[in-house]
């Protein structure tokens, strides 16, 4: 369930309390007297036709107020909250994973301040709403674009789980994409001191690969990074229709050079990510990123421009501007582009395959059988 929502009449997000709040002072109310089931019917009204899911934008909203134990220590055990009767398709609250209050991998709390690159980015977001760049109600208008991207692009997960990581390992014990055509095996090598039947064995076992790595070199699938994550996403959503990210790899490449441009560039940030700022991946930085070039139309030149005058005005910027619910569209792009391309390859571990491994280790018994009498 969302910890924020977007209002229509104000064009903010808020969490629970403060819709509470604005509602009481639009009536003259002192919002810490409403008990658990003191909200008026009129209010509960306003908030079902005002209050927008951050990611499907549906209505309805009811509120579910903080948990606090009834125990001596008085600890919130449950966040307060909104709860929508149902969720459009494709909605990321509308995952079973997504539990309880979890904001979904790809929502980016550009308010946090949990660590020193979050609060970075949440000054830079901050000046940008103090700048007129960009609004809260920008950023909400590219969550809904974002969300029509993912409605009209989708497939159903069919992938063998267990084909990824195989592929992997094919690739690894073979050498990698690229390699030479083993040399004839004859008695006068196989004779040779030191002879290496090992590699003997992987150059044989490459060959008889040979279709299943062209394929992914013709495909220009590099899986080094992503096998485990495609396998574990093909096992999770196996049989569901899910988002197709391929249309956008353009926009993903953009906002991963803009992201790195920034993180390099932007002193505050530049002590706070990894390798000197060289992770273009943070998420916080990735939701930056991609908001700025939305804002300008997806060019780069233009978006890396408007973050040179975003990021002059950050020190003087109110934080509490960038408490806002932002989006990292690119959450797992990779994984899930390369397991729909791999799925469309329609490849299969063939029936009663050894691991690679075990094949290779098959292949150098066979070997040394068939030239043991030449020795």
């Given amino acids: 369930m969302p910890l924020t929502a977007f209002s229509k009449a104000t064009g903010e ?16 109310v002192d919002s810490t007297d409403l008990g658990p089931e003191g909200i008026p019917d009129a209010w509960r009204q306003i908030i079902r036709e005002d209050m927008e899911c951050p990611s499907c934008f549906t209505l309805g909203a009811d509120l579910v107020r903080e948990g606090v134990s009834t125990r001596g220590s008085k600890r919130i055990v449950r966040q307060a909250c909104f709860r929508y009767p149902s969720h459009r398709p494709q909605c990321d609250f509308a995952r079973p994973s997504v539990t ?11 308010g ?12 830079l977001v901050g000046a940008g709403i103090q700048t007129n760049s960009f609004s809260q109600r920008t950023i909400r ?4 674009w974002f969300f029509a991207q993912k409605a009209s692009s989708t497939f159903t997960v069919t992938l063998d789980p267990r084909l990824p990581t195989w592929l992997e390992d094919v690739l690894r014990q073979a050498g990698g994409f690229y390699g030479p055509p083993p040399i004839t095996l004859t008695p006068e090598i196989a004779r040779l001191p030191g002879f290496d039947w090992r590699e003997a064995a992987r150059q044989h076992f490459r060959a008889r690969n040979h279709s299943y790595i062209e394929t992914l070199v013709a495909a220009e699938l590099r899986i080094w990074a992503t096998a485990d994550r495609m396998a574990n996403l093909a096992r999770r959503f196996q049989g569901e229709v899910v988002f197709d990210p391929s249309p956008l790899r353009a926009r993903y490449l953009s906002t991963v050079q803009l992201a790195a441009f920034i993180s ?38 233009e978006a890396a421009a408007l973050f040179g005058r975003i990021a002059q005005q950050a020190t003087d910027a109110d934080p509490d501007l960038g408490n806002v619910m932002g989006l990292n569209p690119w959450h797992d792009f990779e994984a899930w582009r390369q397991l729909k391309a791999l799925q469309d390859l329609r490849l299969a571990i063939p029936d009663g395959a050894a691991s690679p491994q075990e094949e290779i280790s098959a292949i150098e018994t066979a070997l040394r059988c068939q030239y043991a009498d030449t020795n």
């Fill in 264 to 301: 390099q560039n932007y002193e505050p940030l530049r002590r706070f990510t990894r390798s000197g700022g060289r992770d273009p991946h943070a998420p916080a930085v990735l939701a930056f990123a991609a908001l700025v070039l939305y804002v300008e139309g997806w060019d780069i030149n």
């Fill in 13 to 28: 997000e808020l969490d629970v309390e403060q819709v509470l709040s604005r509602l009481a002072r639009a009536s003259s």
């Fill in 141 to 144: 208008d590219m969550r809904e």
């Fill in 112 to 123: 946090s301040a949990k660590t020193g690159l979050t609060r970075a980015v949440r000054q």
């Fill in 100 to 110: 309880g209050t979890t904001v979904p991998d790809n929502l980016v709390e550009f």
